[in-house]
């Protein structure tokens, strides 16, 4: 189960780590003044006590867990225990990058809050516990904190563990508070992203739970568990139990998973809709969600609606609680044929919601499934936790919309308007106009009206073909009569259209076909429902309320813009642009802008090579500068690829092989590109040591992947995803690659068209930083544009736009540039690559597609 809490405890756990470091960071006397004051109290500390802490915290960190793997695996919990090394080995693998970062990259104040002088030996201490954050994710992601008897013992080692390293001087506050963070962070993130294991109330806890409250049960049977679920129903899970005398009951039983169901739609909902909409808070106790749905069902029968009668309630462990209702039987409402809608079951439906609205009671999410029909024809109101006591007049309102378009989705808008002016009356059906608008229906109701939308335009756009059609066979009966005509006259041929009557036509036609357009428009459903009240109450206000306060493309726009702006602020205020270009080599800038004009030949080769088939290069390479303009308007990842395909396809080359040496073509480049990363970073790491010994990140970095590796290889369900994966990834493009390598030449072409574009573009970027006074290794200036050009192909946003910027601005800048050079470097090498090439791209892409090969 991947459970949203642990998700939300992970960003918690970022939010912490950033708290820690902003206030080491700015506190820098509160930070001194803690540890000198730790420092002097440690010296009074009698030394056998530090030592003999220290001695036991050393042993029983590492027992207690390993005691714990052995309890599970006895128990068959294996599983646990490889989610817990996994966490464990991430943890290592982050505390390693964030000591290179505080020793290497930190400010001043950080660096001195995390680790000071180490007492024996040289150097200082470490910023992050190397070994405790691993200890702390495992026995995280295993849960040993939520069992009573190891979870003494384990807060006993670690306070031991702190209060040891704290005494002896090995280490600060802040890094303690800092390794634990991190261990709990890593932890609940892999957790979430592999999944826990499932705790949900078995049918024996079922039948024990109803014995406890007095019930007999006989037999239970799960209903309704093949109906998808949406994010905005929680209903749990329901049984019919019957017993051993008396009517059968309706069970309903949330569990912790169940009921976070749709958390973080909710949570949008209530930040993305205006105060009042979203009543329910995104996420309730247990405890919370029984007493709410209790209730409603109170609140409900006494209103005097139809709704089921609850009868007890009761938990079921500390993981589920149950609710016991009786019995009703019946189908839902969207079970129904068309023909079972009766007249009389519409108006029986907006009668029950009368009696809601009657003692302002919401339901909250009137659909199909909420409206319960009775072999007597009475209608019912269930799933009512979701909906809300004394609520206002907007909510009453969307109660009324939702029941209108649930309606007449089934039965028509006439139909459905007239029941709700039957029983509700004119004002309040009109009333409810204002909040006919998607955003105040259900997900499920959103779903249907675009499905109904994407029809409409179907039948739209068949009947305007069938016009333009019947337009062009009336014009060729035209000139075949006029040619008939001029036979019978004895003109030897018809008179050709002239270039004028071409265009007259080309003119008729367009307007014919947009007034079969205006002609057979049809109207949405939430239209036609408007004029469908309209004809009763014509003044009835039907302007839509205004009730979303944000929407995603915005608040996505608003963070972008604001970190873009922060960022270009911070770097440009203190960077003269102008001063670095008035002062650039320009002898540089010329070799970086052959670099940058040299990646599409390589482009070319890269491509042609994959392709048994003969390409021209001179085409080929216009493809490639088509891409820069496709780029602008389509993420680095996606738009390449589809205009290559575009292009091989316009080239003779068959769809189903065009897509698979594209997709050879992308591999060999990620291979190139992982492999090319690896040595470059290999030598980066090397280079200021006089023996060829990896770096302790290189080696961290190849331990991790071999652990991940062995999970994925011993968990079944992994194994099938990856294997899943791959085989269908290579199932068109290893035939394809059999065919290159049968031919030598070609493959040489792609291989090394492939490293001369990686080659090209690190020249231009070096050539960019020696022209404003800058000088790394030609390894320094690889690693950092592979890492930048991944991030961009990763980014969402076009051409990898902001993402690359930052992550080469930033890399630069770690591998020793002051950034006065390396922020006008970065702009001109994005200048050079992206934003230059868009006007010789749309005029390659136009030639292309005039000329029909793209």
């Not at 050079?821 to 749309?842: K, N, S």
């Amino acid at each position: 189960m991947h459970r949203p809490a642990d998700l939300v405890r992970f960003f918690v756990g970022v939010l912490g780590i950033a708290v820690v470091l902003a206030v080491a960071g700015f506190a820098h006397a509160t930070t001194t003044g803690l540890d000198t004051d730790i420092s002097k109290g440690a010296d009074h500390a009698p030394d056998f006590l530090s030592s003999f802490a220290g001695l036991t915290a050393s042993i029983a960190v590492l027992i207690v867990p390993v005691a714990f793997a052995v309890e599970r695996l006895v128990k068959r919990d294996g599983l646990r225990i490889a989610d817990g090394v996994l966490a464990a080995v991430l943890a290592h693998g982050t505390a390693l990058a964030t000591d290179l970062w505080v020793t290497n990259s930190a400010p001043a104040s950080i660096r001195e809050a995390l680790s000071h002088v180490a007492p024996v030996g040289n150097g200082t201490t470490d910023p992050v516990h190397g070994y405790l954050a691993p200890v702390i994710a495992y026995v995280t992601a295993v849960g040993m904190a939520r069992r009573p008897r190891w979870r003494v013992a384990l807060w006993f080692v670690l306070l031991l563990d702190a209060f040891a390293v704290l005494v002896g001087g090995y280490t600060t506050p802040f890094s303690i508070a800092l390794t634990v963070l991190i261990g709990w962070t890593v932890a609940y993130g892999t957790v979430y992203a592999v999944g826990s294991p499932n705790v949900r109330p078995t049918g024996q806890n079922l039948m024990a739970g109803l014995r406890r409250v007095g019930f007999a049960p006989l037999t239970a049977r799960r209903v309704g568990q093949d109906e998808p679920a949406t994010a905005d129903s929680d209903r749990g899970r329901q049984y019919l139990v019957t017993m051993e005398d008396g009517p059968p009951l309706d069970v309903t039983v949330v569990d912790r998973e169940q009921q976070a169901q749709g958390f973080f739609y909710r949570a949008w909902r209530r930040l993305s809709l205006v105060g009042g909409i979203t009543q329910r808070r995104s996420l309730l106790s247990l405890r919370q969600a029984l007493e709410q749905e209790a209730l409603l069902a109170y609140a409900a029968i006494a209103a005097g609606a139809n709704a089921p009668k609850l009868i007890a309630t009761s938990e079921l462990g500390p993981d589920a609680v149950m609710l016991v209702y009786e019995h009703i039987g019946g189908r839902r409402l969207d079970t129904l044929a068309d023909e079972e809608i009766t007249d009389g079951l519409l108006r029986e439906a907006w009668t029950q919601v009368r009696a809601l609205h009657s003692r302002r009671i919401a339901h909250r999410r009137l659909v199909g499934e909420s409206l319960l029909v009775d072999r007597g024809g009475r209608v019912f109101l269930t799933d009512l936790r979701g909906g809300e006591i004394a609520a206002g007049d907007l909510v009453l309102r969307m109660d009324t919309a939702q029941l209108l378009t649930t309606l007449a989705l089934r039965v028509g808008p006439e139909r459905a308007v007239a029941s709700a002016l039957a029983v509700l009356g004119p004002d309040t059906v009109a009333d409810s106009l204002p909040l006919l608008q998607p955003i105040a229906l259900s997900r499920a109701t959103r779903a249907q009206l675009k499905v109904l939308g994407r029809e409409r335009a179907q039948r739209e756009r068949e009947a305007v073909l069938a016009a333009s059609a019947r337009e062009k066979e009336a014009r060729e009966e035209r000139r075949s009569l006029e040619a008939a005509h001029a036979g019978h006259r004895g003109e030897t041929s018809a008179k050709v259209p002239s270039k004028a009557e071409r265009r007259a036509d080309g003119k008729a036609e367009k307007r014919a076909m947009e007034d079969a357009l205006e002609e057979i428009r049809e109207e949405d459903l939430l239209s036609r429902i408007r004029q469908q009240v309209l004809l009763i109450r014509p003044q009835a206000p039907v302007e839509p309320v205004r009730l979303e306060r944000i929407k995603p493309r915005t608040l996505v726009t608003v963070i972008a813009g604001a970190f873009a702006a922060y960022f270009l602020l911070s770097q440009l205020s203190s960077v003269p642009i102008g001063h670095a270009v008035l002062n650039a080599d320009w002898r540089w800038a010329v070799i970086a802008v052959l670099g940058s004009a040299a990646t599409y030949v390589a482009a070319a080769c890269a491509l042609s090579g994959f392709v048994p088939e003969r390409l021209s290069l001179m085409r080929t390479v216009l493809a490639q500068v088509a891409g820069s303009f496709v780029k602008l308007v389509a993420p680095a990842a996606v738009g390449g690829v589809a205009l290559n395909t575009r292009y091989l396809q316009k080239a003779g080359v068959r769809p189903g092989l065009a897509v698979a040496s594209v997709g050879a073509s992308q591999l060999v480049g990620l291979g190139a590109h992982v492999m090319l990363l690896m040595t470059f970073g290999f030598i980066t790491g090397t280079e200021k040591t006089p023996s060829l010994s990896p770096s302790r990140t290189v080696m961290a970095g190849l331990l991790t992947a071999g652990v991940l590796v062995l999970v994925v290889t011993a968990v079944p369900a992994l194994r099938k995803f990856v294997s899943t994966r791959v085989r269908a990834l290579f199932a068109g493009v290893v035939p394809r690659m059999l065919d290159v390598l049968q031919r030598p030449a070609k493959l040489l072409t792609g291989i090394g068209g492939t490293l001369m574009l990686t080659v090209c573009f690190v020249i231009c970027l070096d050539g960019c930083v020696r022209a404003f006074g800058g000088h790394l290794s030609y390894a320094a200036i690889a690693v950092v544009f592979l890492a930048g050009n991944a991030l961009g192909s990763a980014a969402p946003t076009p051409g990898g736009v902001g993402a690359v910027e930052l992550a080469l601005t930033g890399g630069l800048i770690a591998a020793g540039l002051p950034k006065e050079v390396a922020t006008p470097a970065v702009l001109f090498f994005r200048l050079l690559t992206f934003w230059l090439p868009v006007l010789p791209g749309w005029l390659a892409f136009t030639h292309l597609t005039r000329k029909g090969q793209l």
